[in-house]
C-alpha cells in the first residue's frame, strides 16, 4: 500500500472535516436526530444530515476551504453554536497546523508522507468517538441554538468569485467581525484530540462558554 | 487674449456656452481660431497661394514650430488644421511620429516641414514624395540599398517602393526575416532621406576578388589548405593559450605528487589565510630586455611587426615602464606607440625564452605553496598558510620568494599578499612594479577605499558604464549601498558578490583544479573563401584540430557547436590586414547521442549547422567548432568538479561507521574526562571484568599511537573485526585482546605489517581511511576536547547556512550536505546525553564509580532496589523505542542481568550473540534520539529535493513511551517507587514532556496525563490517610500535580486565551 501524499492528506482531511461537522450537529443535537441517517465512513457507522439545504451548506463550505488547505493557508474550521440570542455557547475547533513549509513551486502531488491509509483511518475513527464523548463532558445546549461553519485563514484571501462558475461552490463570506476570538476566550477549553501526518497536524478541541 | 476677441462684433461665436455643451464649444474654438488667421493673413504682407486647395494638419514637435508653420501656411494659401480630421486633410506635417502614429497615419501624406519651408522658398509647391517623413523607429542597417535608388524616385509612391524591394541584394546575403520585414512595411515609410547619401552594395565576392589577388594574402588566407596548420603554428593567441592548458596539467600533476599539500588546502579559508598573487612586471618585454642589457633603460615594447610605418596595426602585447611613461599601453597599436615615443625599441616574441621562464616560475611557486591557482604565464595565486610563522612574517616570505625569482629567471615580479584572492589581486596592483605589498587584516578597509571599482574581477565595460552612472567609483561608494540595493541594481549574484567585495570578502576558492568545459578550435584571421569547397575543406580541417584536442586532454563531449563571423553586409574590408573587421557574430549548437572525438562525425555536424545558415561563403570571417559537455564533467573526475562532492561521500562514511558500530566510544570519552583519578583508579582493579566491548579492525588500530592504544585496551573490551585481508584471516573472527597481547602481535610482525597496511592504504583507500580516521575521532574528543564533528569541519553551523544557497544547489548535494547536518545533529545528541536528565546518574555528584551508563550496569539495578533514593524514574524505565513491544524491554533486562564474569565465561559464540544483542540495543536508542531531533531536521525536510517523504515529526515521548496505556503505566510504577516524594529530575522530566506535548498542540494526551497523574495521587494518598506521614509527603506529590496542571493551563492559555476544562 504507498503512503499517503501530501493532496492525499489534503483530500482526506477535507473530507473529514464534513463528516465531522455532520456528526458535531448529531451529536450536539443541533437539529432533530430524525433528519439524520446513518452511513458508513472510516469503518464506523456515522450519522449524516438527509436535509439537502445542510449538506449543501456544509458541503461548500468545506470546499471552499480545501483550497486553502492546500496552500497552507487555513488555520481552523470551527463550527460556532450561538443560542436563540445569539450569544456564543461552544464551538469545536478544527486547528490545522502545518509545520511544513513547501516552496511555491513544489507541487503537493510530489510529497508523500510516512503515513498509511489504515493508520490514518484509525486516527479519524478516534476523532469521532472523541466528538460522541465529548457529549458527555459539555454542558447541554439551550434550546433553539444555531451553528455556523467559520474558516480561520492564516493570511487574508480574497472570496473568489470565479469559483462559483467554476465548481459551483457559492463564493465564502467574511465573517462579521474579526474580534470573534474574543468571544470565546476565557472559556473552558476541551481537547478531544490531535493527529500529525507529517505535513498536516489536526487538532480538535472544543470552547466552552461559562455562564 | 479672451477678452480681445470678444470685443470683436461678432454673432453667437463669443456667446457664453452653457456647462457641458461641448459640441458648440469645439465649433466656436475653431471658428475663433479661423478668425485669428484671418487676422495673421490680414497682418502679413507676402501672400501667395502656393498651398492653395491643400489642408494640412501638424503633427506634434516640428521645427520651425507649429505657429510658425501655421502662419505660412495660411499666409501662402493652405488650410491649417488645428484639429486633425482625418476625412478632410490632405498633408500631415511631422518631423517625427511614433509607432502608433506611423501605423494610424499610414494612409495619409506625411511629410517634414523642410516641404513647407522648402516649397516657400522655392515659391512652387514641390513635390512631397521627396520629403516623406522617415521615421527613425523604422529605419533599418539593411535598407541603405534603398537610398541609392531614391533620387531617381518616380512620383508614383507605390510603384517605386516595388522597385526598391526588387532590387534587394540576392536574398542570401540577408537573413530571410529581415527582408520580409521590410516588404511588409506601408510603402510610403520606406526609408528615404532628401539628403541621402549613395552607398554602393559591397558584396563579399568582389572584397575577397580585390584582396586575395594579392599573392601574399592568398597564400596566407583559408583558401591555402595549409592554412590552418600554418596558423596554428604561429599564432601567438593559439600559443598561449595551449600553454595554459598544459600548465594546468602540469599543475594538476604536481598536485598529485605533492598530495600531502594538497590536503592542507581543505583548511577552510579563514581571515588567517595567506595568499599570494604573484605576477610578472611586464612579462614578455622584461624577458626580451633579460637578454638585451643595452634596452635596459629604454622604452620597449613587444610586438610581431616591426611598426615603421604609422598606420601599422599589430597591437603592443607588453612593454616595459620605461614605455609606459609614455602612455603606450598593451594594446596599443604599434603605429600610434611610434607616434607617442620615437624612440621605441621593438622587439620580436620569444616563445621559447617565455616557456623558459614561466616554467621556473612555476617551480619556485610549487615548492612554497599550499595550493596554487595557475592564471597565465607569468602570473599565479598560491596559498602559503602554512609558511607563514612567526620566523617568518608574509613580508620576509615575499621578499624570499621575488629574490628566488629574480636570481633563477633574471626578471622581477610582483607580490600581492592578502587574506583571500581578491586582496591578493588588489595588492598586487599597489606593489607594481617590482614591489611587494601586504594587505593587513586590520587595515582592509582603509586600503580598499581609494579603490576605483574597475578594479574588482568582473567589472567590465558594461558594469563600469552602469556603477559610473550611479556615481560609485570608488570601494568606499559602493560600500555605501546595502546587499539588497545592490542586488536589486545588478541582479542578485553580482550584486553579492559585489556587496562583498567592497568589503574585502572574497570566499572564492583557488580554482586550481577547474575542469575543463570546452575544446574548440576557432580561427578568424585570414578566413577568406571563394567558394563552398573551400568551405568544407577548412571544416573538416578544424574539425580534425578539435578531435586532436579532445584526444589530447582525453575527452569526448556531447554538444557542437558552431560559431559562425559574418561580414556585416555594409562592412568594408578589415582594417587589420586579413583580419576578420566588423561582423555579426552566430552561433548554433547540437546535442549529440552520445559522447564523440571523432573529426568525420563532428564535420557532419558541423556542416549542417553552417548549411542551416545559408551564408555565402564569401561573406565568412570567421569559425570555429567547439565541443561542449564533456565526459570529463561527469563521470571522469568528480573530485576536481563540485565543490567539496567528494568529502561529503567520504565524512558520511565515517558517520555510518561511528553510529553503527563505535557506539560505546562515542559517548564514553566523554564520562572518562568526568571521572576523577582515584576512581578510576580503584576501578581499574575491576576493569578488565566491566569493560565495553568496541569492535575495531585490526590495523586501524595498529595505526594509533601507542598511548592511545593503552587507553583503549584498558577502557573496552576489544573485539576484532574479521579481516578481509588474506594475511589475517587465518586468524580468530573475534579476540579478546590484552595490550600484552597486541604489543606481542606487534613486535613479531614488526615491519611486514607496517609495509603492509601502507600497502592497503593503496589498495582500498576508502575503507581503510574510514576506519582510521572514525577512531582518532573519538581520541581527539576525550584527551583535547575538540569540539564534535571535527569530520565535518566544512559545514558552517546550520544557523549560518543560507537556505536559498541551499535550495540552488543541484539535488543530489542537497540531500548530501542536508543528511551530514542531520548526522552532526545526531553525533551532537548522543554526545550531549550523558547532561540529559535521563543520564543523570553520571552527574558527579552522585559519582557511581563506574562509567559505564545505568541501564547497561545490570549489579547497580539490583543492587539499589532496596535503597529507594539511588535511582530515578528514567532508570526504571530505560528509554525505548515506541515501535518495540515489551519484550524487548526484556532482553535488556535480561543482558543486564549477566554478570559480566560470568559473560566473560560464557563460550565465545554465545557472548558474541549476546553482546550482538545489546548492541542492537543500544543502535535502537541511538535511532530514538534521532526520532527526536526536530527543528534543524524539520527544516531539513522542507527543503529536500522534490519528489521527497516527509517523515513526521516524532511525538514527544517519555522515556521513549507515547502511548498513553504505557504512559500511565510508567506514571504509576514512579508513584509507587517514589511514595515519599518524587525526584526532581524525574518530576522535571515529566513536565517538559506535557509542555512538549502541548507545544505540539497534543493537548489532549497532556490533559490526560496531568489527569491520570492527579487521580494516582489522590488515590494514594487519600486512602492513607490515618497515618499521618503519608500526608506530609503526598501533599509534595500534591503541590507537584497542582503545580502541572497549572503549567498545562498556562501553556493553553497562552494559545488560546482559554483555559482547560478539568473533569475531576
Known sequence: ?211 | MHNEQQQSPDDKTYDSIRFGDFKSYMERKKRKLKDQEQLILAASDEKSEIFKGLIIYVNGYTNPSHSTLKKIITTHGGDFQHYLSKSKITHIVASNLTNAKIKEFSAYKVVLPEWIMDSVEAKVLLPWQNYRLNSPVEVHQKELSFQTQTLSSSSNPTVDSHNKSSHLPPASSIPKEESKKANELPPQYLARSPKGKEVAQITGSELNLSLLSNDWARKNSSINPEFLDKYYTTSRLHYLSMWKAELKSIVTKLRIRHSSQSQRRKMPRTENSKIMHIDFDCFFASVGIRDRPHLQEKPVAVCHSKGVMESSSGAVASCNYVARKYKIQNGTTVGHARKLCPELEVIPYEFDKYKEVSEKFYEILFEHADDLEPVSVDEAIIDVTSSITDSMTIDEFATKIRSEIRESTGCEASIGCGSNILLARLATKVAKPCGQYFVDHNSILEFLNPISVYDLPGIGYAMGEKLNRMNLKTLEDLRAYTMKALQDIFGKKTGESLYKFARGIDDRPLSSGQPRQSVSAEVSWGVRFENDDQVREFVLGLCKEVEKRLRNVGCKGKSITMKIKRRKLDALEAAKHLGHGICDNFSKSVSLEQYTDDALFIFDEAMKLLQSYHFESVDIRGLGVQIQKLDNDVGKNPVEEGQSLLPYKKKQKVENEVTSTDHAPEEEPDIITKVDDTIFKASSSTSTSKRLPMEVERQAFHELPMDIRKELERVYELIFLAETNEHNSSSENVIPASLEDDLHIQHEKGNVNGTEIIHQVGDKPTKLSTKSESLPTHENNKSVSVPYGTTQHELPPWSQLNPTDLLAMPDNMRAKVLKQYSEREQVAATKKRPISPSQSHQSPKRPRTKRTPGPKTPTHQNDSIGAKRSFTLTQMFPPQSPSKHRSAVNTVDDLSEWDPNVLNELPAEIRAELLDEHRRQREQKHRDLQNQLDSAKTLATTLKSNPFTVVSKSEPALMGKTDISSIRDMLKAWLLAFSNEPEEEDVETVSKYVLKLARARNFHQAQLVVQYLAMLVNQEFCQSQESSEPIVVGSVWKLYVEKLRKQLDREVYDIYKCTLKWQC
Open chain 1, 1 to 211: 500500500m504507498p503512503a499517503l501524499s501530501m493532496s492525499d492528506i489534503v483530500d482526506i482531511t477535507s473530507e473529514f472535516i464534513e463528516v465531522a461537522i455532520h456528526q458535531i450537529l448529531y451529536v450536539r443535537g443541533l437539529y432533530p436526530k430524525e433528519i439524520f441517517a446513518t452511513r458508513q465512513k472510516y469503518n464506523t457507522p456515522v450519522h449524516m444530515s438527509r436535509h439537502p439545504d445542510i449538506n449543501q451548506y456544509i458541503n461548500h463550505v468545506v470546499a471552499a476551504c480545501k483550497d486553502g488547505i492546500h496552500q497552507r493557508n487555513v488555520k481552523a474550521v470551527s463550527v460556532e453554536v450561538f443560542d436563540f440570542q445569539q450569544r456564543p455557547v461552544e464551538r469545536f475547533v478544527f486547528e490545522l497546523n502545518s509545520i511544513f513549509v513547501l516552496s511555491p513551486h513544489q507541487n503537493t502531488d510530489s510529497v508523500t508522507t510516512e503515513m498509511l491509509w489504515p493508520d490514518l483511518e484509525l486516527q479519524l475513527r478516534a476523532f469521532l468517538l472523541r466528538i460522541h464523548a465529548a457529549n458527555s463532558i459539555l454542558k447541554p445546549l439551550p434550546e433553539d441554538s444555531k451553528f455556523s461553519v467559520v474558516v480561520d485563514m492564516e493570511r487574508p484571501v480574497v472570496p473568489a468569485s470565479l469559483q462559483e462558475n467554476k465548481t459551483g461552490v457559492t463564493p465564502w463570506i467574511p465573517a462579521d467581525d474579526g474580534k470573534k476570538g474574543d468571544v470565546f476566550s476565557g472559556s473552558n477549553l476541551v481537547p478531544l484530540k490531535s493527529v500529525d501526518t507529517g505535513v498536516l497536524q489536526m487538532n480538535l478541541f472544543v470552547q466552552e462558554i461559562n455562564f
